[in-house]
């Protein structure tokens, strides 16, 4: 395998602290697309704790134009300048250099570092884009007070942006005009951004709990104002729920928003000037649906929340990056749940982290590209910004308030930041903080950081009817050669009636239930095997083990039939509730996949319990609408994927396809009277009791429509044709491609309605793309169409990552042609934007787990890519997956 520079893998244990630490840096741009001039002054000084006197500036496809070190020019003999470093050798104790470079932004389409989209300039500097705009010690523990200059065409560029403050504007007489920005707040580089652009703005004068006024910005494209009402609701409320939850205000005088069409990620959290994905700002009723909605108010607070967890207190390395992600995910979270405000609202979004996390970072756990919450080495830090780093991350959070208590929690909290504002820390250091908060040894917590895998904690239970005691015996193993982890387990019991059973912990205490009662509590697991008894049970009961999720595991215990039925329809707990029922989901679903596997398709049958299992739910009014629509989905394909040995693809979507053309027709009059039970006349409401009914219905719908009739089909066309929302209309249109309905008309309505919505566009080609109708031809043809474009990630995504992600069935095809398809287009990828490449990669890094005859030709795929000139992000990728 060749790369255009050897691959170097980085280790944690080799971190040493910079030579140099930077106090000020001024920086100049003189933008144009194709030549963008950097003028860069920084003053340093050497650091007490380094022992080096060399000055190593990182520095990437920028062309330098000269140096000046203490007001001397320095010849081309007095630096070393390779492909990636500037290096002054044995440079005095105070430095002050200033340094010229060329780049050119129109050319840049790895969307990192300063680029032009759209003919506007943006920049994205996470995690090492800093370096393909100036030379720079381009590390998050060097951290400086930033002032910045922008020069640019007013005509072409008549808005000028970048962090902090603005603290000077004018024209410079030649059609130019200028904009000077300060930062008063030290931060890393890569937290530095710049916008020159044509936008408008929806601005608010904002008041703080200080009565400090603040002004709020969106800024977008124009034509888009009409759609930035949410984000900057959302923005306010991130605001006020940190300033309510944590103690936490807005620093400074200013919090902008910009959104862009070309954007490799979601956001990103740069100080006082967030960028965003146009993805997770536009909206309104015509073009989003509810779970955009629910995603922007989610990001929006994510980015937000950043400002102190991230901006204030940052990492001191990127093997600490679930400091700021994992801790900030967990805020976001916090803040999606307390905005819906109640306890069944709550527990939606619960289910649905949950469902994230057995969708994507379990099988991560499992897989070649597996690592640490917080990693020891890598080769390309793009490729560690994961499920794991991210949403498991965010567990491990959840877990100290979980064993802390929310109010211990928020103790340490306040320690952290007292001790560590302004500084670059370790995820060591946060764990010390609530440690020292609560007076807790959280020694062993440490684990979860630094051991990769997901661990699996195995249940056993006895009852002592003349005792009255009912044991818990419970036990953990991981990966070989780990040590035990300290887990959570939040436990309930269930006596016959459904009701909780009063708790006594012998030798124990435990946390109050949500509603103040005693009726959960939480066990600390820290050995290999430990016993837990209940006193003063009066019947045998049936456990609710793991509730909440306390801890991001695998449980086993050996739950009879009767048992998870009384559990999915009586237990107190809304997600083990949920639990239960994709336990008996998933048992049939295996006994159905190994049955097709092994004799074909015919002869399947569903049992009745099942069915009248899921009639109980679905028609329980009681029950939250969203909370019914979660219980009443199946596992998904790639869940069901990873509890077998040997995957088959089309044996799981046949079994899967069944069960729910089964359930389909079985409930077929009580999944209409749902339907319409669950209609939201009146204007649009993204409020989460809507938003649920909405999905109760749509899910209602799909059912309807896996083998539709005369009648459901006709339902499907007249929801498209007078939807007054997006989310009714896509899931309509959904509903009938993935049916194998003719939709050809409606595709075509639905593209003619919105050919000028990027956004929504973007939703055609998934749809598409995601349907178990289409093949590998079919995606090749919607490639040719002229709205797709590989050089936009958001694009990209829609058409290629939903068919090779989202639609197993046809990706796994028996002929390979979509392995050939998918290295075609990771090498093309890799090309133009090798973080998006990369990205795609990992969809083939799990290729052993797949039957012979599909292993052969995914390797043969993964070789293909493996011959050409790689990217280190696509070759880490690719290098792990063919490892033994």
Not at 578 to 583: F, L, P, S
């Amino acid at each position: 395998m060749r790369t255009d520079s050897s691959p170097t893998t980085i280790f944690r244990k080799d971190y040493t602290p910079p030579a140099y630490l930077v106090d000020t840096v001024e920086l100049g741009f003189d933008l144009a697309p194709a030549r963008t001039v950097v003028a860069n002054r920084i003053t340093l000084r050497q650091n007490p704790d380094a022992a080096s006197h060399d000055i190593v500036l990182h520095g990437e496809e920028i062309e330098l134009v000269q140096v000046r070190l203490n007001g001397q020019q320095l010849s081309e003999r007095d630096y070393e300048l390779s492909h990636a470093t500037l290096t002054i050798r044995n440079a005095p104790a105070e430095v002050v250099l200033e340094i010229e470079t060329l780049c050119a932004p129109v050319e840049n389409t790895t969307l990192s570092g300063l680029y032009v989209s759209n003919g506007n300039f943006f920049t994205q500097c996470e995690a090492e884009g800093f370096r393909r705009i100036t030379f720079f010690p381009d590390r998050p523990d060097v951290m400086a007070r930033y002032t910045v200059m922008l020069r640019a065409d007013k005509a072409a560029y008549p808005v000028l942006l970048s962090n902090g403050n603005l603290v000077e504007q004018g024209e410079l007489g030649d059609g130019r005009h200028y904009a000077k920005w300060e930062d008063p707040f030290k931060k890393p580089s890569y937290l530095f951004a710049l916008v020159a652009a044509k936008l408008v703005c929806q601005e608010e004068q904002f008041k703080l709990a200080d009565g400090r006024e603040v002004l709020l910005q969106v800024w977008v494209e124009e034509g888009n104002l009409d759609k930035t009402d949410y984000a900057m609701q959302s923005l306010k409320n991130s605001i006020r729920w940190d300033e309510q939850r944590f103690g936490l205000e807005l620093d400074l005088d200013r919090f902008m928003i910009v959104a862009v069409g070309d954007f490799n990620m979601g956001a990103m959290e740069n100080k006082g000037l967030n960028i965003f994905n146009t993805k997770f700002v536009l909206a309104n009723p015509r073009t989003a649906t509810d779970i955009d909605y629910a995603g922007i108010e989610a990001v929006v607070g994510h980015e937000y929340f950043h400002n102190w967890t991230g901006n204030r207190v940052t990492c001191r390395d990127w093997f600490q990056l679930s400091l700021k992600e994992g801790l900030t995910v967990f805020r976001d979270q916090e803040f999606s749940a307390d905005m819906i405000g109640t306890d069944s609202g709550r527990a939606v979004t619960r289910i649905d982290q949950v469902r994230t996390l057995r969708q994507a970072q379990f099988p991560e756990d499992a897989g070649p590209m597996s690592h640490p919450v917080r990693p020891d080495s890598f080769v390309e830090i793009n490729n560690f910004y994961t499920v794991t780093v991210y949403e498991k991350g965010a567990e491990v959070v959840r877990m100290y308030q979980t064993l802390l208590g929310r109010d211990g929690f928020r103790k340490g909290m306040d320690l952290y930041f007292e001790r560590h504002d302004g500084q670059a820390v370790t995820c060591d250091d946060f764990r010390a903080a609530m440690a020292d908060a609560n007076g807790r040894d959280l020694t062993q917590f440490e684990r979860w950081y630094s051991q990769a895998g997901t661990p699996v904690v195995t249940a056993r239970t006895r009852y002592d009817a003349v005792k009255r005691n009912f044991d818990i015996i419970l036990s953990q193993r991981g990966q070989p050669e780990q040590q035990p982890f300290h887990i959570p387990v939040a436990v309930g019991l269930l006596g016959a009636n459904g009701k909780d059973l009063p708790l006594t912990l012998e030798n124990g205490k435990h946390e109050k239930g949500a509603k103040g009662d005693e009726t959960t509590v939480v066990l600390e697991l820290t050995g290999q095997e430990q016993i837990f008894r209940f006193r003063n049970v009066d019947e045998r009961p049936t456990p609710s083990i793991l509730r909440d999720f306390s801890a991001p595991v695998i449980l086993e215990y050996d739950y009879t039939d009767d048992e998870l039925l009384h559990l999915f329809s009586q237990d107190s707990d809304p997600v083990n509730r949920w639990e239960a029922g994709q336990r008996l989901a998933m048992e049939r679903l295996l006994k159905l996949t190994k049955q097709v596997a092994a004799h074909g398709a015919n002869n399947l049958k569903l049992d009745s319990t099942f069915i009248n299992a899921m009639r109980s739910v679905l028609t329980d009014e009681k029950l939250d609408a969203a909370f019914r629509e979660l219980a009443l989905i199946l596992p998904s394909e790639t869940i069901v994927a990873e509890q077998m040995d040997v995957v088959d693809p089309q044996a799981i979507h046949t079994a899967r396809q069944f069960m729910r053309r089964t359930i389909g027709t079985a409930l077929q009059t009580e999944l209409l009277a749902q339907y319409h039970a669950n209609q939201t006349p009146g204007d649009y409401s993204p409020d989460a009791l809507s938003a649920g009914k909405r999905a109760l219905k749509n899910l209602c719908l799909s059912y309807l429509m896996v083998a539709p009739e005369l009648a459901e089909l006709k339902l499907a066309q007249q929801q498209f044709e007078n939807a007054s929302n997006m989310t009714d209309r896509s899931a309509a249109l959904v509903s009938m491609i993935h049916s194998g309905a003719e939709s050809g008309p409606y595709l075509k309505a639905f593209y003619d309605d919105f050919d000028n919505e990027a956004l929504v566009i973007d939703k055609w080609f998934a749809m598409q793309a995601s349907a178990p109708t289409t093949n590998v031809a079919a995606v090749r043809k919607l490639m040719q169409h002229p709205a797709f474009t590989l050089k936009t990630p958001n694009r990209a995504r829609a058409l290629i990552f939903n068919f090779t992600n989202a639609n197993p069935s046809q990706f796994h095809a028996a002929d390979g042609s979509a392995y050939e398809f998918w290295a075609e287009f990771v090498i093309k990828l890799d090309a133009i934007n090798p973080q998006v490449a990369a990205r795609l990669a990992r969809a083939m890094d799990r290729w052993r787990r797949y039957a012979p005859a599909l292993q052969a030709k995914m390797k043969q795929a993964l070789e293909k890519v493996a011959r050409r000139k790689l990217s280190n992000d696509v070759s880490e990728v690719i290098t792990k997956a063919l490892a033994n």
